[in-house]
């Protein structure tokens, strides 16, 4: 596995190597003609080099590193100006692993942090000071270094180029509004409308704006993305346009270290991306008439983008960012049991906007990059081929199919003219053979009873419950007059449905036969239990 941290810092030896010896050489080239002495230049430099190695190589061992950065004061200023301050920066907002940075693993307790510590021959009782001294860093500043890299690195402590961004940004976001459903994720073609929709929470049971939390997303020209990475930055766990919304001029001289005019001129200028709504339709936009209040209103479908980017985030954390998935699908590719487990959700649809060029579409499309859809499919139902009955086990469980063969057989031989023992036997026979079916359908019913069965629900006698139900498994065995109502009930079956199949062609039974049928289906009476 790629080591980040290794690579940074040695990354970070050459580059400070590198300084040092250039520095140097300027300081000890004077009086060498360069044109004649490239030779001697060149020896020089090895020489400076070798020296400074020495002298920088301890500083810049893997622990003596990472202790030395992260051992700094806490109260570390959002922009940092001194070589160690931007240490510290880089090294917390290195990415470590896809789309986790070191600083948001050590406050997860992400495994990758230990394992590439590890991988550093670092000591337990270190790698530990390292994560939690990296968890007590404010993220906040994070996110304004990333923003202003390029211009912090190369002004050092000066802030004149930054606010002179910021005078930029806000001149900018005239051309910009915030809303909450940007319409080019419905038709990159749309200009309009934009709004920022609002509402109170309500415990409805609906996903919709107001039952969660709406983070803005802004509609502008994607030359002018800066504008919304500026207002989105945190300050004090509030957005910048929050401050900005609320004429808090206060917290940007604080921030920027700017005048009071500076800082009202800054949220004059920005307030205007507030206030600019247009609520026209467009004819990209599908429309659908809806009923309100008994009428109809005209619709036009907009996309949350809000919402939608929360739940890619949500289902990218499950699926891949989280610890535990980290640790699972490690285990599954080694064949191992992961006894925490992990969670996934399959079966995605990954939705693009603007093809090459997601930032033409807005601020929160450019930053995902992609959403997902759900599976919308109905779900699958199991097929069962046993139902446990809620009224009759004979109407419901044992069907008309299973046992009409044995009752026309039964017919044949009570219509015959003649009496002899091999008609008693056969008739015996077929008896015995719907006895055999019944037992047979009844285990396969109380096999399904302890997960079907409900109590609730159920309309069943007695007696039936017992015979049937799992939880009567002990009643079963120790009591009888469950099993005499059921012998009674059986055999009453067997005649009622012979003269209902056959109707007016049926046999009729005399007391004889209907005894007989008793005593046939008592003969198994426990079997029944």
């Not at 020495?54 to 700094?72: P, R, T």
């Not at 945190?234 to 001029?249: A, G, Q, S, V």
């Not at 980017?309 to 990218?316: R, V």
């Not at 992961?338 to 090459?356: D, Q, V, W």
Request: charge should be positive.
């Amino acid at each position: 596995m790629e080591n980040k941290i290794k690579e940074h810092i040695d990354k970070s030896f050459k580059k400070r190597l590198k300084e040092i010896v250039d520095s140097e050489l300027e300081k000890n080239k004077n009086g060498i003609d360069g044109a004649k002495d490239d030779k001697t230049i060149k020896q020089l430099k090895n020489t400076i080099k070798i020296t400074v190695k020495e002298k920088i190589e301890k500083e810049y061992k893997y622990d003596a590193f990472l202790n030395n950065v992260l051992l700094q004061n806490q109260n570390f200023p959002y922009f940092p100006s001194r070589k160690d301050e931007k240490d510290l920066f880089q090294l917390l907002i290195l990415e470590v692993l896809y789309k986790r940075t070191f600083k948001s693993a050590c406050d997860d307790g992400h495994p990758i942090i230990t394992e590439l510590l590890e991988d550093l021959l670092l000591e337990k009782p270190v790698i530990e000071k390292c994560i939690e001294k990296a968890k007590s860093f404010n993220p906040e500043p994070l996110a304004f270094y990333l923003l202003f890299q390029e211009d912090i690195d190369n002004a050092g402590p000066c802030m004149d180029s930054i606010c002179k961004i910021i005078d930029k940004l806000s001149e900018d976001s005239r051309y910009g509004a915030i809303v909450s459903h940007p319409t080019k994720m419905t038709n990159p073609d749309c200009k309009f409308p934009k709004f920022f929709a609002s509402s109170d929470s309500c415990p409805d049971g609906f996903l919709r704006t107001g039952n969660s939390k709406m983070v803005f997303d802004m509609h502008i020209n994607a030359v002018n993305l800066k504008v919304f990475k500026f207002v989105s930055l945190l300050y004090r766990k509030r957005t910048l346009l929050e401050y900005i919304r609320n004429k808090d001029h206060v917290v940007f001289e604080q921030l920027f270290g700017v005048s009071e005019e500076k800082a009202k001129t800054w949220i004059e200028n920005f307030s205007e991306c507030l206030n600019n709504e247009d609520r026209r339709t467009n004819q990209n936009i599908r429309q659908v008439y809806f009923p309100v209040e008994g009428n109809y209103h005209l619709l036009s479908l907009l996309t949350s983008s809000g919402l939608v980017f929360s739940l890619k985030e949500k289902i990218d954390t499950l699926n891949d960012r989280s610890p535990n998935a980290y640790s699972g699908k490690k285990l599954k590719k080694e064949n191992k049991y992961a006894e925490a487990g992990y969670s996934s959700i399959p079966n995605l649809i990954m939705t693009r906007h603007g093809g090459e060029h997601p930032k033409n579409i807005s601020g929160l499309n450019n930053k995902y990059q992609s959403y997902y859809l759900l599976s919308s499919t109905p779900p699958k139902l199991e097929k069962r081929n046993i139902h446990f009955p809620k009224w009759n086990f004979f109407t419901e469980s044992f069907r008309y199919y299973e046992y009409r063969d044995v009752f026309d057989a039964l017919h044949k031989l009570f219509k015959t003219d003649y009496n002899n023992v091999r008609i008693r036997e056969g008739r015996d026979y077929r008896l015995q053979d719907l006895i055999d079916r019944i037992i047979d359908k009844m285990w396969r019913v109380r096999a399904v009873s302890e997960e079907q069965y409900r109590p609730k629900y159920t309309q069943l006698k007695p007696h039936q419950k017992i015979w049937l139900c799992h939880e009567y498994m002990q009643t079963r065995e120790d009591e009888n007059d469950w099993l005499d109502k059921l012998c009674k009930e059986i055999a009453r079956w067997v005649i009622i449905t012979y003269e209902k199949q056959l109707g007016k062609q049926a046999f009729k039974l005399g007391e004889s036969e209907r005894v007989h049928i008793f005593n046939i289906v008592t003969e198994n009476r426990e079997a029944f239990r």
